[in-house]
């Protein structure tokens, strides 16, 4: 009998012991911190420049694109998140680089690998993706039932003073049409008060701006056909070309993209269902024509002359970027900015402490 409780004292004891090893194994186990598998690049040098490292143009002073806020040296936006994501697609590290409106400039100099925020419709000297984000000169309305405006002196349309937008409604509209304001806020808030049923503003922008104040405002009518935005690589780099291209069609799938939007804009950019207004061309290239003349009378007037211009708006010089509520994801994509070439930057300065009021 004292055998058979030694016995039994024994296996208690291993049996403990085995629990507490495992305790401490255990323990052990949840102090270590998982580290992810790092992604094999898809592309290397010389198909970018530097190894490892995806260099992407933006225009910083092109909110909610890129810009940066009063309060910082980063430069935040849409393209910023979308060039991070492209960048972790190719297994890569992100380097952002302000090239201003001289997208054509930077990659032929080598500066960037890639840029980001090409407007199709301008037709650029480079090879260009698929569109990622949509855009054209859109009508803004308080209900989403309200009707395609017709040319008539009942019609009122609010729109930002020497805008491609103010130029699209006094090309379609009659002069009595329109409602001229200082600031994209102020032509949302003549909506919101009534003085004007619509405001014509870039898609983007306006989606922005909109979305920033807090209105509940509905895309009704588009003024043009939709082009968009898109990366921009060199023509003769065909291997870069094909993994952005893949990279941008894993995004999409995922939801990347669709994620990035919403963040910025508070809702997708799918214009595909948004009807035309009587004037806008079928083929866009007399709207075109009437933007591109728009755009370099704004460019003229405001000194802005480097090529690529970006034609969204002069909305989005006071479009701003707001740094509290839309700081961008990828933290690392933002301090991995180019201070050097992205400082200075004082339009986008005040553009930020625009959109912060």
């Known amino acids: 009998m004292k055998h058979l409780k030694r016995f039994a004292a024994c296996c208690a004891a291993a049996v403990c012991c085995?629990?507490?090893?495992?305790l401490a194994t255990g323990c052990q186990q949840q102090q270590e911190s998982y580290t992810p598998p790092e992604a094999t690049p898809a592309v290397s040098k010389p198909v970018i420049a530097q190894e490892g490292v995806l260099r992407v143009g933006v225009n910083a002073n092109n909110a909610p694109l890129a810009g940066q806020p009063s309060s910082s040296t980063k430069i935040v936006g849409i393209d910023v998140d979308m060039a991070a994501a492209l960048a972790d697609q190719l297994g890569l590290k992100l380097e952002v680089v302000d090239v201003s409106t001289d997208a054509a400039g930077a990659l032929t100099s080598g500066k960037v690998d890639v840029v980001m925020g090409v407007n199709k419709s301008d037709s650029p000297s480079f090879w260009t993706s698929d569109t990622y984000l949509p855009t054209a000169v859109a009508l803004f309305a308080q209900s989403s039932n309200s009707t395609v405006p017709a040319n008539s002196a009942s019609t009122k349309i609010a729109a930002q003073v020497s805008s491609n937008s103010a130029w699209a409604v006094t090309n379609e509209f009659?002069?009595?049409t329109i409602t001229t304001t200082e600031d994209l806020k102020s032509a949302f808030s003549a909506l919101e008060s009534g003085k004007v049923q619509y405001v014509a503003a870039d898609a983007v922008v306006g989606s922005y701006v909109s979305n920033n104040a807090g209105m509940d405002v509905h895309m009704v009518a588009l003024m043009q056909q939709a082009s968009g935005y898109c990366v921009g690589v060199l023509d003769g780099n065909t291997q870069?070309?094909?993994?952005?291209?893949?990279?941008?069609?894993?995004m999409n799938s995922n939801g990347v993209s669709s994620i990035i939007q919403k963040k910025w804009l508070?809702?997708?950019?799918?214009?595909s269902g948004i009807k035309l207004t009587a004037g806008a061309s079928d083929d866009g290239d007399d709207m075109s024509e009437v933007l591109n003349s728009a755009n370099a009378a704004i460019g003229t007037l405001?000194?802005?002359?480097?090529?690529?211009?970006?034609?969204?708006?002069?909305?989005?010089?006071?479009?701003?970027?707001?740094?509290d509520s839309k700081t961008s994801n990828s933290d690392s994509a933002s301090s991995s900015a180019d201070s050097s070439s992205a400082g200075g930057s004082s339009a986008s300065n005040d553009a930020a402490s625009t959109a912060s009021n």
């Open 302 to 323: 405001t000194g802005n002359t480097g090529s690529n211009t970006n034609k969204a708006d002069s909305d989005n010089k006071t479009a701003g970027t707001d740094s």
């Open 240 to 250: 870069l070309k094909q993994a952005v291209s893949n990279a941008l069609s894993a």
């Open 174 to 176: 009659d002069n009595s």
């Open 18 to 22: 085995a629990a507490m090893l495992l």
């Open 266 to 271: 508070g809702t997708t950019m799918d214009l």
